[in-house]
T-cell receptor, first 109, second 113 residues
């Protein structure tokens, strides 16, 4: 069983700041990593995927992967109140996703 | 595309009753997954199918749970008999296969009283 660890939060940041969300995983073999956003009462939605070491940017979102340290992070620049949600880290093993418990982000106006 | 469609959105049932949850995956997606989400345990994979065939059901909690996928556009998750500890949000998700992420349905909130 793969372990995916996230700080449950809540992480509170002021509007316009950078939010940094972190995730560690137990299996060195894992190759695919994903970030999902889940608003309260809604289903998870995919926001980023990353497969190679380094950074991947998509708009205000940047995913960072360090396979040697078994660490993946998500940076949200210019945070908005609408970014307030739970962010789930997921590690893919073949066709199965293993999810962390999620970090709740609060962006305060 | 309408996305992954689940029904019902909410289900309240009495302990001991049979519950059937339904899912229609995105057309062309070869993989279908059933997840359960609770505050205590987060998202747990129950079972997944590839081309309508169950591949891994190791997450199914016990024999009271069963899942079927009679064709590429329909799957069911059945709980019989239901128990209060089955109360959770059940998500169905589909994926086109190698690479890429899942698309989740809206979920079914199950309450067993």
């Amino acid at each position: 069983q793969k372990e995916v660890e996230q700080n449950s939060g809540p992480l509170s940041v002021p509007e316009g700041a950078i939010a940094s969300l972190n995730c560690t995983y137990s299996d060195r073999v894992s190759q695919s990593f994903f970030w999902y956003r889940q608003y309260s009462g809604k289903s998870p939605e995919l926001i980023m995927s990353i497969y190679s070491n380094g950074d991947k940017e998509d708009g205000r979102f940047t995913a960072q992967l360090n396979k040697a340290s078994q660490y993946v992070s998500l940076l949200i620049r210019d945070s908005q109140p609408s970014d307030s949600a739970t962010y789930l880290c997921a590690v893919k093993d073949f066709n199965k996703f293993y999810f962390g418990s999620g970090t709740k982000l609060n962006v305060k106006p | 595309d309408a996305g992954v469609i689940q029904s019902p959105r909410h289900e309240v049932t009495e302990m001991g009753q049979e519950v059937t949850l339904r899912c229609k995956p995105i057309s062309g997606h070869d993989y279908l997954f059933w997840y359960r989400q609770t505050m205590m345990r987060g998202l747990e994979l129950l079972i997944y199918f590839n081309n309508n065939v169950p591949i891994d059901d190791s997450g199914m909690p016990e024999d009271r749970f069963s899942a079927k996928m009679p064709n590429a556009s329909f799957s069911t998750l059945k709980i019989q008999p239901s128990e209060p500890r089955d109360s959770a949000v059940y998500f169905c998700a589909s994926s086109p296969g190698q690479g890429g992420g899942y698309t989740f349905g809206s979920g079914t909130r199950l309450t067993v009283v």
